[in-house]
Each structure stands twice: as structure tokens, then as C-alpha cells.
């Protein structure tokens, strides 16, 4: 069985900096796309960044562009968000996913496989 846990969350104040992992056992992380969503209170889940299975490719969502940097370690089965000048709207639960057949979509439908959440709050 899959599973993927989430770690680095927390309380931030504007400007500051996260760093987001997730850990994966149970699959061959190695061939996986990996993917980062949040959902804010209210919102729908949306997606934040996305990695190809060698991590050669890299997609993120406009409102992240420049601040946010994914990356991977498949020696560790890990994934990481590293979020730079977090602002307040960047609140939110954020998801790391696993798409097994390497799509690296930016739409969820494509992941087959989810963590529990970490929550990121960023204070104004």
C-alpha cells in the first residue's frame, strides 16, 4: 500500500520561507510524477507544482511562478516544495500526490496517490 507523509508545515510570517517534504514508500517513487496542491478554508484544491519522474521537468501555477521551487530525491523517495516570500493567500493545507504513470498533470484527477496534508499558515 501506498503511502505518502507530508512534513514541514507550519506558522510563518509574510515574507518568510517553508520548506515542504513529502516521503514516499510503497511505490516505485523513482517512476512517479510527483505533485504538490494546497486547499485554503472555503476553496477548492489547487494545484501548486509539479515534477517529472527524473526531474527534468518542473511546472508550477502562475501565482507561485518565481517563489516556489519543486524538486526531488529519488535516492530518499522524497519530494520538496521549497516556498519562498510566502504571502498571506498562500495559507492554506498543501498535498503532495503521486501520479504512476508520470504525467506530471497539473490536474489532480491524474494522481493516484495522496498524503494526509501539512498546513502552511503565513501571518500578515
Known amino acids: 500500500q501506498a503511502l505518502l507523509v507530508e512534513s514541514g508545515g507550519g506558522l510563518v510570517q509574510a515574507g518568510g520561507s517553508l520548506r515542504l517534504s513529502c516521503t514516499a514508500s510503497?511505490?516505485?517513487?523513482?517512476?512517479?510524477?510527483m505533485g504538490w496542491f494546497r486547499q485554503a478554508p472555503g476553496k477548492e484544491r489547487e494545484f501548486v507544482a509539479a515534477?517529472?519522474?527524473?526531474?527534468?521537468?518542473?511546472y508550477y501555477a502562475d501565482s507561485v511562478k518565481g517563489r516556489f521551487t519543486i524538486s526531488r530525491d529519488n535516492a530518499k523517495n522524497t519530494v520538496y516544495l521549497q516556498m519562498n516570500s510566502l504571502k498571506p493567500e498562500d495559507t492554506a493545507v498543501y498535498y503532495c500526490?503521486?501520479?504512476?504513470?508520470?504525467?506530471?498533470?497539473?490536474?489532480?484527477?491524474?494522481?493516484?496517490?495522496w498524503g494526509q496534508g501539512t498546513q502552511v499558515t503565513v501571518s500578515s
Open positions: 500526490a503521486a501520479d504512476l504513470y508520470g504525467s506530471s498533470s497539473t490536474s489532480s484527477d491524474k494522481y493516484e496517490y
Open positions: 510503497g511505490l516505485t517513487f523513482s517512476r512517479s510524477a
Open positions: 515534477i517529472s519522474w527524473r526531474g527534468s521537468s518542473t
